[in-house]
Nanobody, 124 residues
């Protein structure tokens, strides 16, 4: 079992930045691909970004490419999402997820563990 806890969400003006963190605990000795997803009110959960266990491969949704950067520090069992040039449409609850069976993926059903989410609100 792996427990994931997100932090770093908040309220920011359009054009601003936030850095989300996702700390993993529990069975962290296994190699996990990590992903970030988000869900806005009334919408389905959507893929944001993913990173392989080594950090050597990253993947972004077109909507955030060039603005968001995913990274990880395996020594700290933590994954980060640096979000720059935020837009009101980035407003959502952001979730991190972990999978021990894939290299990385944009598909939510391929992830085994999920955090509780952190709210990001971007005002115009």
């Amino acid at each position: 079992q792996v427990q994931l806890v997100e932090s770093g969400g908040g309220l920011v003006q359009a054009g601003g930045s936030l850095r989300l963190s996702c700390a993993a605990s529990g069975r962290t000795s296994r190699r996990y691909a990590m992903g970030w997803f988000r869900q806005a009110p009334g919408k389905e959960r959507e893929f944001v970004s993913a990173i392989s266990w080594s950090g050597g491969s990253t993947y972004y949704a077109d909507s955030v490419k060039g603005r968001f950067t995913i990274s990880r520090d395996n020594a700290k069992n933590t994954v980060y999402l640096q979000m720059n040039s935020l837009k009101p449409e980035d407003t959502a609850v952001y979730y991190c997820a972990a999978s021990g069976t894939i290299y990385y993926s944009s598909l939510a059903h391929e992830y085994d563990y999920w955090g509780q989410g952190t709210q990001v609100t971007v005002s115009s």
